[in-house]
T-cell receptor, first 112, second 113 residues
């Protein structure tokens, strides 16, 4: 059974801190990994997509890395802002199942 | 269209009634997925379509749930004889081939009273 684990489940930090969200997965047939953001009561917004042949992707203050050998991905957020408060979900596309498999998410609160 | 469109955005229905949820994917996207997110929970896979066929229906919770996709485009998710436990946000996503990422709609919030 494919599983995706996200740690921590919740995180509260003061504004300006750099932080790391962790995602681990067990399926070795990962095709790509995608990080999403979900605001309360809203749909999912794609943040970064990393292909299995890549090691990292960057967008603004966000950097995501992928290590297939260890089954891990991290999302690094630099200089966090209150507007970053949301739930962050990682999901990988498995070439075994043809499905996007989600973690439970990390709920981030950035305090002004 | 420019994004994945879902309708209605909110639906309140009485227990026992049937509901239809609609998803209009990005033009040209061949694969379409339905997920369900209950309050405070993660995303639960329901069904996906490749073209008009559904290779994987394993996530449908019961035979009250069905989905179809016509013309390789719009999909409808139908829930018959709704129950209170069906209350959730139903999310739709589409992708061209999977390897170029997924785009999600804003979801339909279903409340069964």
């Amino acid at each position: 059974k494919q599983e995706v684990t996200q740690i921590p489940a919740a995180l509260s930090v003061p504004e300006g801190e750099n932080l790391v969200l962790n995602c681990s997965f067990t399926d070795s047939a990962i095709y790509n990994l995608q990080w999403f953001r979900q605001d309360p009561g809203k749909g999912l917004t794609s943040l970064l997509l990393i292909q299995s042949s890549q090691r990292e992707q960057t967008s603004g203050r966000l950097n995501a890395s992928l290590d297939k050998s260890s089954g891990r991905s991290t999302l690094y957020i630099a200089a966090s802002q209150p507007g970053d408060s949301a739930t962050y979900l990682c999901a990988f596309y498995s070439s075994n199942t043809g499905k996007l498999i989600f973690g439970q998410g990390t709920t981030l609160q950035v305090k002004p | 269209g420019a994004g994945v469109s879902q309708s209605p955005s909110n639906k309140v229905t009485e227990k026992g009634k049937d509901v239809e949820l609609r998803c209009d994917p990005i033009s040209g996207h061949t694969a379409l997925y339905w997920y369900r997110q209950s309050l405070g929970q993660g995303l639960e896979f329901l069904i996906y379509f490749q073209g008009n066929s559904a290779p994987d229906k394993s996530g449908l919770p019961s035979d009250r749930f069905s989905a179809e996709r016509t013309g390789g485009s719009v999909s409808t998710l139908t829930i018959q004889r709704t129950q209170q436990e069906d209350s959730a946000v139903y999310l739709c996503a589409s992708t061209f081939q999977g390897y170029n990422g997924y785009t999600f709609g804003s979801g339909t919030r279903l409340t069964v009273v």
